[in-house]
């Protein structure tokens, strides 16, 4: 498992921009599949983007598609979602989290390691 602590959240005002970065330990990062999640109060979790180990493969949902992108650096550990056209229902707190793969694909069997969350509010 990796240690994955994320920052970037606050607060914008809709049809603004946020940077979000999930900053992992561990020399073994680029083995990891990572995703962004999120979940709003009342709502499940859902997984807003998806990047495979070597950042060649990405994958969005279809609610953030066009809007979102998400991106990595291995040589800093470091997984980014970058956040375009904001909309108040993109309020929620976001999550990464990573899963060891052994091939290049997007999704990993399983996210085994999550961060704490940062908040995302945008105001209408």
């Known amino acids: 498992q990796v240690t994955l602590v994320e920052s970037g959240g606050g607060l914008v005002q809709a049809g603004g921009s946020l940077r979000l970065s999930c900053a992992a330990s561990?020399?073994?990062?680029?083995?990891?599949?990572v995703g962004w999640f999120r979940q709003a109060p009342g709502k499940e979790r859902e997984r807003v983007a998806a990047?495979?180990?070597?950042?060649?493969?990405?994958d969005y949902a279809a609610t953030v598609k066009g809007r979102f992108t998400i991106s990595r650096d291995n040589t800093k550990s470091t997984v980014f979602l970058q956040m375009n056209s904001l909309k108040p229902e993109d309020t929620a707190v976001y999550y990464c989290?990573?899963?060891?793969?052994?091939?290049?694909?997007?999704?990993?069997?399983?996210?085994?390691?999550w961060g704490q969350g940062t908040q995302v509010t945008v105001s209408s």
């Open positions: 989290a990573a899963g060891i793969t052994y091939v290049s694909t997007i999704l990993p069997p399983k996210y085994d390691s």
């Open positions: 990047i495979s180990r070597t950042g060649g493969s990405t």
């Open positions: 561990g020399r073994t990062f680029s083995s990891y599949a």
